[in-house]
C-alpha cells in the first residue's frame, strides 16, 4: 500500500476515444472527476459574464430564444474557423480552470485520493496542475462509429472535428500514460485497475 496526498491526474484523447468510459471506471474506484467539456457548456449557460462576452463575439445567435445555449450554431462556427475556434476557447478556458481549481479544493477536503481532469485539449490548455496525464487511445473507425451512434453526426462532420484536435502520436509523445480502449468491456476494466496501481507507483 502506497501512501500519498491527493493525486491529480488529467484523463484526454481523442473524440470517441473512450475518455468518459475510463473516468466512470476510476469513480468506481474512488476517484472524483471533473469532466472539463460538461462544466464548459453549464457555464457557457449560467455564467452571465461568459454569456456576455459569447453574445459579443459571436452575436445573439448564440442562444436559442428560450435562453439556452444554440450548441449547433456554435459548434458550425467553431468547427468551420480556427480564429472562431481559439476566440472561444480564451473565453472559456479561463472560466473551467477556476472551476477546476475550486473542484480540486473540495476534493481535497473530502480527503479524495484521486481528482481526475477530463478534457479534450488537456494539453492545449496546459498541465501544470496536474501530477500525471492518460491519454485514451482507439482506432480512428471505432471512434467514428461510436460518435456517429453517440451525437448523431455525419461521418463528415466527425472527421472535421478529429482535423481540429492534436495527433494521437503527439498526444502519445507529452503522456505519462496510454488505455487502450480497442477491446471489450473486460480489456478496458483491467487495463484501468492496472492504471491505478501505476499511478500510485509514479506519484509515490
Same mark, same amino acid.
Given at each position: 500500500?502506497?501512501? %500519498?496526498?491527493?493525486?491529480?491526474?488529467?484523463?484526454?484523447?481523442?473524440?470517441?476515444?473512450?475518455?468518459?468510459?475510463?473516468?466512470?471506471?476510476? @469513480?468506481?474506484?474512488?476517484? @472524483?472527476?471533473?469532466?472539463?467539456?460538461?462544466?464548459?457548456?453549464?457555464? &457557457?449557460?449560467? #455564467? @452571465?459574464?461568459?454569456? =456576455?462576452?459569447?453574445?459579443?463575439?459571436?452575436? $445573439?445567435?448564440?442562444?436559442?430564444?428560450?435562453?439556452?445555449?444554440?450548441?449547433?450554431?456554435? $459548434?458550425?462556427?467553431?468547427?468551420? $474557423?480556427?480564429?472562431? =475556434?481559439?476566440? &472561444?476557447?480564451?473565453?472559456?478556458?479561463?472560466?473551467?480552470?477556476? /472551476?477546476? @481549481?475550486?473542484? %480540486?479544493?473540495?476534493?481535497?477536503?473530502?480527503?479524495?485520493?484521486?481528482?481526475?481532469?477530463?478534457?479534450?485539449?488537456?494539453?492545449? +490548455?496546459?498541465?501544470?496542475?496536474?501530477?500525471?496525464?492518460?491519454?485514451?487511445?482507439?482506432?480512428?473507425?471505432?471512434?467514428?462509429?461510436?460518435?456517429?451512434?453517440? #451525437?448523431?453526426?455525419?461521418?463528415?462532420?466527425?472527421?472535421?472535428? &478529429? /482535423?481540429?484536435? &492534436?495527433?494521437?502520436?503527439?498526444? =502519445?509523445?507529452? +503522456? #505519462?500514460?496510454?488505455?487502450?480502449?480497442?477491446?471489450?468491456?473486460?480489456?478496458?476494466?483491467?487495463?484501468?485497475?492496472?492504471?491505478?496501481?501505476?499511478?500510485?507507483?509514479?506519484?509515490?
Amino acid at each position: 500500500m502506497y501512501v %500519498v496526498s491527493m493525486i491529480i491526474a488529467g484523463v484526454t484523447g481523442g473524440i470517441g476515444s473512450g475518455k468518459t468510459a475510463v473516468c466512470r471506471l476510476l @469513480e468506481k474506484h474512488g476517484a @472524483e472527476v471533473f469532466y472539463a467539456d460538461e462544466v464548459a457548456r453549464q457555464l &457557457m449557460q449560467t #455564467d @452571465e459574464p461568459l454569456r =456576455r462576452e459569447i453574445v459579443h463575439a459571436f452575436g $445573439s445567435e448564440a442562444y436559442q430564444t428560450d435562453g439556452s445555449l444554440n450548441r449547433t450554431h456554435l $459548434s458550425d462556427i467553431i468547427f468551420r $474557423s480556427n480564429n472562431d =475556434r481559439l476566440r &472561444m476557447n480564451a473565453l472559456v478556458h479561463p472560466a473551467v480552470g477556476r /472551476a477546476f @481549481e475550486k473542484f %480540486v479544493e473540495q476534493a481535497r477536503l473530502r480527503g479524495t485520493w484521486l481528482a481526475v481532469k477530463e478534457a479534450a485539449l488537456l494539453f492545449e +490548455t496546459g498541465r501544470h496542475e496536474l501530477d500525471v496525464v492518460v491519454v485514451v487511445e482507439a482506432p480512428e473507425t471505432d471512434r467514428i462509429d461510436r460518435v456517429m451512434k453517440r #451525437d448523431g453526426l455525419t461521418r463528415k462532420q466527425i472527421e472535421a472535428r &478529429m /482535423a481540429t484536435q &492534436m495527433p494521437a502520436e503527439e498526444m =502519445r509523445k507529452r +503522456t #505519462d500514460f496510454v488505455v487502450d480502449n480497442s477491446g471489450d468491456q473486460e480489456s478496458i476494466e483491467n487495463q484501468v485497475e492496472e492504471l491505478l496501481e501505476k499511478i500510485r507507483r509514479f506519484c509515490a
